[in-house]
């Protein structure tokens, strides 16, 4: 139904043009007029390229030309078709030594208190292992506390309000709780 909708309106969606998109880049000249237009290619949340992206991107782009950045720890958009593993292997083919790629990690966190990355370090490192999530987040992927963090306070507070409250009665913040160092 939905097709027949898209033909009667003669629109496209999103998977629609990246279907097009790959079909136009089978044609040699097209393909190789737009690799010589672009110098560099620039991927930013890598983490949520799907199979038809990976390809458009490997089509349009040379082997050293490209330049990638994705967080797995981000990667929401499988219900999107989008394939974290694409990044995994990435990840990994570039972590060895080649002559066309670097990998280089970003570990180092310079926005958020050390406590907060502490934090984050403990759940991701207990839920995100080789065989659950495709990396050893211990190993491979907990924050470095960037040199700003290093004299912030040794607490956080998480406040959180009862929004359950009817609007007309005053909010008030229900409780306060402090994490502290194990």
């Given at each position: 139904?939905?097709?027949?909708?898209?033909?009667?309106?003669?629109?496209?969606?999103?998977?629609?043009?990246?279907?097009y998109a790959l079909k136009i880049l089978e044609n040699e000249r097209i393909?190789?007029?737009?690799?010589?237009?672009?110098?560099?290619?620039?991927?930013?949340?890598?983490?949520?390229?799907?199979?038809?992206?990976?390809?458009?991107?490997?089509?349009?782009?040379?082997?050293?030309?490209?330049?990638?950045?994705?967080?797995?720890?981000?990667?929401?958009?499988?219900?999107?078709?989008?394939?974290?593993?694409?990044?995994?292997?990435?990840?990994?083919?570039?972590?060895?030594?080649?002559?066309?790629?670097?990998?280089?990690?970003?570990?180092?966190?310079?926005?958020?208190?050390?406590?907060?990355?502490?934090?984050?370090?403990?759940?991701?490192?207990?839920?995100?292992?080789e065989d659950f999530g495709g990396l050893d987040y211990a190993k491979d992927?907990?924050?470095?506390?960037?040199?700003?963090?290093?004299?912030?306070?040794?607490?956080?507070?998480?406040?959180?309000?009862?929004?359950?409250?009817?609007?007309?009665?005053?909010?008030?913040?229900?409780?306060?709780?402090?994490?502290?160092?194990?």
């Amino acid at each position: 139904i939905y097709s027949e909708l898209k033909k009667e309106y003669n629109g496209l969606d999103f998977n629609d043009l990246e279907k097009y998109a790959l079909k136009i880049l089978e044609n040699e000249r097209i393909l190789e007029s737009l690799k010589k237009r672009y110098k560099y290619i620039f991927v930013d949340e890598y983490q949520d390229i799907n199979e038809v992206q990976e390809k458009i991107i490997s089509m349009v782009s040379k082997q050293t030309n490209r330049f990638m950045v994705g967080d797995i720890k981000q990667s929401i958009y499988r219900f999107r078709h989008c394939d974290p593993e694409i990044f995994i292997g990435k990840s990994k083919e570039f972590s060895k030594k080649q002559d066309y790629a670097e990998l280089i990690k970003l570990n180092s966190n310079f926005r958020s208190d050390k406590k907060i990355l502490r934090f984050v370090d403990e759940v991701f490192g207990g839920v995100m292992t080789e065989d659950f999530g495709g990396l050893d987040y211990a190993k491979d992927s907990k924050f470095v506390p960037g040199e700003s963090n290093l004299d912030k306070p040794d607490a956080m507070n998480l406040i959180y309000i009862d929004t359950t409250l009817p609007k007309t009665q005053k909010v008030e913040a229900k409780g306060v709780y402090s994490v502290k160092n194990h």
